[in-house]
């Protein structure tokens, strides 16, 4: 306020001159219309800065609001696309134990492999996640293996289900997991599109680190069109770079844009040999990749190209 009371006044008087000059200036010797025309130039100065302040005080009140705005816009957009990420847990039963109820309800007799991150692809119980984080149930040959997903419905409330593995792709670290939805709403993800990205631009990872479920983390597109090791020992390329944090726990959780839209599906990190912990240095497959391959994994189990 002191700055625009201080400026305003001295920059309209100083152009008052030039927008008056087409008329001439009074004489001296007439002393009332000079002090009349004094008066006026008083109470045009004082108008003309009232004018100016109340026109710039919305911008400075839209300066100091800014940062809330944002803030409540990262909120909306974590309440509308946590929904829609699931926690997964892969479990070993017990020897001897076939009872995956009493399993899923508390992981009585069971001992937890691992943990990761999903996210439902649609309304009929398909999950997308990372091939790793469920490599030990695909592999497995002693039937002790299980994977539990907790998820939540439309109402909010948390619920926990046996996945089936539907489909894998190894060359592209994805798999398909489905949970039996029968009579429960749930709510899949918004996909978007990698195409176009640019480095720079917003981006969030929703996932489960260290077992910690729902936790968001932000961060820029840091780079474009990386390759990374696939599990099968190939190579992924065109995958996105973030530093956004990525840690154990969140492989197969999305990477979403400032819509809520997933640009990418959270892979993996570059840490410290043994430390485990994100460098800033994390990578996502790019959706437009996972597009094209998760259908053919739901109705096929494999991709097009291992069909023959």
């Not at 592999?139 to 089936?164: F, H, M, P, W, Y």
Request: with cysteine; aromatic share 6%.
């Amino acid at each position: 306020m002191v700055v625009l009371g201080s400026v305003s006044p001295q920059r309209i008087l100083l152009s008052l001159p030039t927008q008056m000059s087409h008329s001439p200036l009074p004489a001296l010797s007439s002393s009332p219309q000079y002090l009349t025309r004094r008066k006026s130039l008083i109470f045009a100065s004082l108008l003309s800065s009232l004018i100016y302040t109340s026109h710039h005080s919305p911008a400075t009140a839209f300066v100091i609001d800014q940062p809330q705005q944002e803030e409540d816009t990262l909120v909306q957009l974590f309440q509308e696309t946590s929904p829609s990420v699931v926690f997964i847990k892969d479990l070993e039963l017990a020897k001897g134990s076939n009872d995956s109820t009493k399993v899923l309800a508390n992981d009585e007799n069971a001992k937890v492999q691992g943990t990761g991150s999903g996210f439902i692809w649609d309304k009929f119980g398909h999950i997308v996640t990372n091939y790793h984080v469920i490599a030990k149930l695909a592999t497995d040959s002693s039937g002790l293996q299980r994977c539990k997903v907790s998820l939540v419905n439309a109402k909010g409330e948390s619920i926990a289900k046996e996945a089936k593995i539907i489909g894998v792709d190894p060359a592209y670290d994805l798999a398909v997991l489905k949970v039996d939805v029968e009579g429960v709403e749930v709510k899949p993800v918004s996909v978007g599109t990698s195409r176009g990205l640019r480095v720079g631009q917003s981006c969030f990872a929703i996932g489960n680190p260290y077992g910690f479920e729902n936790t968001l983390t932000t961060g820029v597109v840091s780079g474009l069109g990386r390759e990374i090791p696939a599990p099968n020992g190939a190579t992924i390329k065109g995958a996105i770079q973030t530093d956004a944090a990525i840690n154990a726990g969140n492989s197969g959780g999305p990477l979403i844009d400032s819509s809520g839209h997933v640009i990418g599906v959270n892979t993996a990190t570059f840490t410290r040999r043994g430390s485990g912990m994100s460098s800033g240095v994390n990578f996502a497959i790019p959706i437009d990749t996972v597009v094209r391959t998760i259908p053919y994994l739901i109705v096929y189990g494999t991709t097009y190209k291992d069909r023959y």
